[in-house]
C-alpha cells in the first residue's frame, strides 16, 4: 500500500465525541453543547463534571450528590502517600511524582469506570498539593469535605482555606481547561481506554503525555519572559530582540487556533476581575502592556501570520496571582484536564472499538541473516 502519512495525524478524525468542539478558524470552543464563554465563568467545576459524564447540567439535588461523592473519594490511600514521600526524599519532577501517585488510585478497589472517573478526579487535588507540600518540607493537610473543588485545590497546596475570589478565580480556568479535542494527553487516554484497560491506567498515560513541554509546559515559560521584561518600558527593546533571533514568543500563536485562542478572552477576563479585588495590580498592568506590545511587533515581523495570544499567557498571569509557582502550572492544568480525560474514556469504552491506526514501513525488506562471525564491523 502507498497511502499518505499525516505526520502527527493532522487532519485525522479518529472518532466522534460530544465532549468538545475545538473551531480554529473560528476560534471558537464548544464544551458539551456551550460556549466555552457561555460555561466556564459562571458554572461551578462540579457541574461541569456532571455535563460532562451525563450530557446535561444537573438539578439541585443531583449536584449535591455528586459534590458529596466526589468529596468522599479525595483522600489518597496510604500508597499514594508513600510514594509521594519517597518522591520527595528524591526530589522528583511534580509530573513524575503526580504521575506515579495516579497509578496507585486503583489500589483497593474493584475496578468499575463510573468509580474510576470519580476518583481520579477526586484525588488529583490532593495528590498535587501534598507532594508540593512535602517538596517544600511540609506535612499534606486533611482533604476537607465541605470545600469545592477548586477551594479544595488551593487548601491542599497552600493548608489555608481560599477566598471567594481566589476559589472563582481558579474554578474558570479549571473549567476552561477541561477539555480541549484529541490532543496528546487525551488521545494517549483514549488509546489506552480502547484496549479495554481501566481508567486508571489510562489517565496515567495521559499525565506521562502531558508532561511533555510541547503539550503541558508552555504556561511557566510565558510568565518568566513577563517577569524578565519587569517594566512596559522594556517590552519593546526586549520583544523585538527575540524576534530578531528567530526566537518564539510563549504565549502567542496556536497550534490548532487561527484567531485568538477563545480561552485567553476568557481568562483575561478572570485575572482582571481577580486583580481588580487582590493579587498585584502593577503585575496584570505590565502583562498586559507586554500582550499589546507582543502583538503589535508580532504583526510587524511576521505579516500575514495570526499569532494572536493562546491561553498560555493568561494562565500564567492567572495561576501566579493565585500564588501558585511555575512549578505547579502543569500540574494545575492536569487538575482541570483530568475530568475531560475521564468523559473521554467513559465515551470511547462504549463505543468499544480499539483504536489501532496503520504505518507506513520507510525501512530495508529482503536481508539475509549473516552469523556473528562473518559480520564486519561499522
Known amino acids: 500500500m502507498n497511502q499518505a502519512v499525516a505526520q502527527g495525524l493532522d487532519g485525522v478524525v479518529a472518532a466522534s465525541t460530544r465532549l468538545s468542539l475545538v473551531d480554529g478558524e473560528q476560534g471558537r470552543l464548544v464544551l458539551a453543547g456551550y460556549d466555552v464563554e457561555e460555561i466556564a465563568p459562571r458554572a461551578s467545576f462540579e457541574e461541569v463534571c456532571f455535563l460532562f459524564w451525563q450530557g446535561r447540567l444537573p438539578a439541585n439535588s443531583e449536584l449535591d450528590l455528586l459534590k458529596e461523592r466526589l468529596a468522599r473519594r479525595r483522600a489518597l490511600p496510604p500508597a499514594a502517600l508513600g510514594i509521594l514521600r519517597e518522591a520527595a526524599r528524591s526530589r ?38 501534598s507532594y508540593w507540600r512535602l517538596l517544600n518540607d511540609r506535612e499534606p ?38 477539555d480541549h479535542g484529541f490532543n496528546a494527553s487525551t488521545f494517549t487516554a483514549r488509546v489506552i481506554v480502547s484496549t479495554q484497560s481501566d481508567i486508571i491506567s489510562a489517565v496515567t498515560g495521559a499525565v506521562g503525555a502531558l508532561k511533555g513541554p510541547l503539550h503541558g509546559g508552555a504556561p511557566g515559560p510565558a ?65 498586559r502592556a507586554v500582550e499589546s506590545t507582543a502583538l503589535r511587533l508580532l504583526a510587524e515581523h511576521k505579516p500575514g501570520r495570526r499569532l494572536d495570544t493562546n491561553v498560555e499567557f493568561y494562565t500564567a498571569l492567572l495561576l501566579h496571582g493565585l500564588g501558585l509557582p511555575t512549578e505547579l502550572f502543569t500540574p494545575a492544568f492536569a487538575v482541570g484536564r483530568m475530568l475531560g480525560w475521564t468523559a473521554h474514556c467513559l465515551e470511547q469504552l462504549k463505543d468499544g472499538r480499539l483504536i489501532r491506526p496503520q504505518s507506513r514501513y520507510v525501512g530495508e525488506a529482503g536481508l539475509r541473516f549473516v552469523t556473528l562471525d562473518q559480520r564486519s564491523v561499522g
Open 92 to 129: 522528583a519532577p511534580v509530573m513524575d511524582a503526580v504521575r506515579m501517585a495516579v497509578s496507585t488510585l486503583s489500589l483497593g478497589r474493584e475496578e468499575e469506570p463510573g468509580d474510576d472517573a470519580l476518583t481520579a478526579v477526586a484525588a488529583i487535588p490532593c495528590i498535587v498539593g
Open 223 to 287: 510568565l518568566d519572559m513577563v517577569l524578565e521584561i519587569g517594566s512596559p518600558d522594556r517590552a519593546d527593546a526586549f520583544i523585538t530582540a527575540k524576534l530578531s533571533r528567530g526566537e518564539r514568543l510563549m504565549g502567542f500563536g496556536h497550534r490548532v487556533y487561527r484567531v485568538r485562542d477563545p480561552r485567553a478572552d476568557i481568562l483575561a477576563a478572570a485575572a482582571e476581575r481577580f486583580y481588580t479585588t487582590a493579587g498585584d495590580r502593577e503585575m496584570y498592568q505590565l502583562a
Open 141 to 178: 493537610v486533611p482533604a476537607l469535605e465541605e470545600l469545592g473543588h477548586a477551594a479544595h485545590f488551593l487548601h491542599q497546596v497552600f493548608g489555608e482555606i481560599p477566598s471567594p475570589e481566589q476559589a472563582r478565580g481558579l474554578e474558570t480556568y479549571l473549567n476552561t481547561v477541561c
